[in-house]
C-alpha cells in the first residue's frame, strides 16, 4: 500500500508542466523519444537524492543546504535562464537529429542540476512522506527503500508516458517546431524569474 502511494507520489510530482517538461517535450520533438525521456530521468535523479536525504534525515547535509538557499537557487535561475535563451534561439532541424558522444549526458545533467538547485524541495518530501505516514527517526529502513523506490518508478514512468505521447505526434508538431522553441523558451525564462522571486 505504501508503495502505490509513493508510486502516485512519483507520478503527481513529476506531472505538473514546468521548465523540466517544456525542456522534455521540447527535446523529444527535435531529437526523438530518447532525449525526452533522459531529460526528465535527470530530474528524476536529483529528485531520488533530495527524496533519500528526506527519508533518512540527513540533517546536517540538509541543514546546510537549506542555508544556503539563496545562492543556490540564483544559480539554478542563472542556468535556467541560459537554457530558456538557448531554446529560444534554436532553430529547427531540417532532418531527424542523430544524437552522438555526450549529447544525452547534457541533456541528463542540464535538467539534473535545475533540480538539484531547489534544496526546498528536501522540505516538500519530508511533507509529503509525512503525510504518507513515514517518519525518518520510528520507520525501518525498509519502508524508506520501498517509499523511495515508489516515487523513482512513479516518476520514472511519467517522464516515459510523456516522451512516448509527444514522439507520437511528433509529425503533426514539427513543422510549428520554430514557434514552440520560442514559446518554450520564454516560458522557461518566465518560470526562472518566478521561482527566484518566490
Request: positive net charge; charged residues 10%.
Amino acid at each position: 500500500m505504501l508503495f502505490l502511494k509513493s508510486f502516485v507520489l512519483g507520478l503527481s510530482v513529476s506531472a505538473p508542466v514546468g521548465p523540466i517538461g517544456l525542456l522534455c517535450i521540447q527535446r523529444t520533438l527535435s531529437k526523438g523519444k530518447s532525449a525526452g525521456f533522459i531529460t526528465g530521468f535527470g530530474a528524476v535523479t536529483a529528485n531520488i537524492i533530495y527524496a533519500s536525504i528526506a527519508a533518512f534525515g540527513f540533517s546536517v547535509v540538509s541543514s546546510f543546504l537549506m542555508e544556503q538557499e539563496f545562492y543556490i537557487k540564483l544559480f539554478g535561475s542563472i542556468f535556467l535562464i541560459f537554457l530558456g535563451i538557448k531554446t529560444f534561439l534554436k532553430k529547427p532541424a531540417s532532418s531527424a537529429a542523430k544524437l552522438e558522444g555526450g549529447t544525452y549526458l547534457g541533456m541528463f545533467l542540464s535538467t539534473f542540476v535545475l533540480m538539484i538547485t531547489n534544496p526546498i524541495a528536501i522540505i516538500n518530501f519530508i511533507a509529503m512522506f509525512a503525510g504518507l505516514g513515514f517518519n525518518a527517526n520510528s520507520s525501518s529502513i525498509i519502508t524508506g527503500i520501498v517509499l523511495i523506490s515508489g516515487v523513482f518508478i512513479g516518476s520514472s514512468i511519467w517522464w516515459l508516458f510523456l516522451s512516448f505521447l509527444i514522439s507520437y505526434f511528433r509529425n503533426k508538431i514539427t513543422p510549428h517546431l520554430s514557434l514552440i522553441n520560442k514559446l518554450a523558451g520564454i516560458l522557461i525564462i518566465l518560470l526562472a524569474i518566478v521561482t527566484f522571486i518566490k
